[in-house]
């Protein structure tokens, strides 16, 4: 791991919200999907997750789509580099979990 992108730690939010946005999806619907799929754990509220998708835009990991004329919704999804980013962290996890498991017993 040499680069400073393999040292990204992403808060469980970020990667909920890259998770949402592998379909195109508006603010509203990436807070109920994180939810959903945290079982309820992970709740964003509309300042954190705007935060968030401020940042992730900057960095290229998203983009926005194209509106529609009539529609306040804007639309996001996730880029390469989003998917790289979220690879990456999955890989980083499965290293915490192996590692606790091996060292813990698997309890």
């Known amino acids: 791991m040499d680069s400073n992108k393999d040292n990204i730690v992403l808060t469980e939010a970020v990667f909920y919200i890259l998770l949402s946005l592998l379909q195109p999806m ?3 619907g990436i807070m ?3 939810e959903r799929l945290s079982k309820g754990r992970v709740s964003l509220a509309a300042g954190t997750l705007y935060g968030a998708i401020s940042t992730l835009l ?21 880029t390469v580099s989003g998917k790289i980013a979220a690879k990456t962290e999955l890989t980083r996890l499965k290293e915490l979990v192996e590692n606790g498991e091996s060292l813990l017993g698997g309890e």
Not at 58 to 77: D, F, M, T
């Open 32 to 34: 109920q999907n994180v």
């Open 26 to 28: 508006h603010g509203y």
């Open 58 to 78: 900057e960095r290229g990991w998203i983009e926005a789509l194209p509106g529609e004329h009539n529609s306040r919704k804007k639309e996001y999804v996730i």
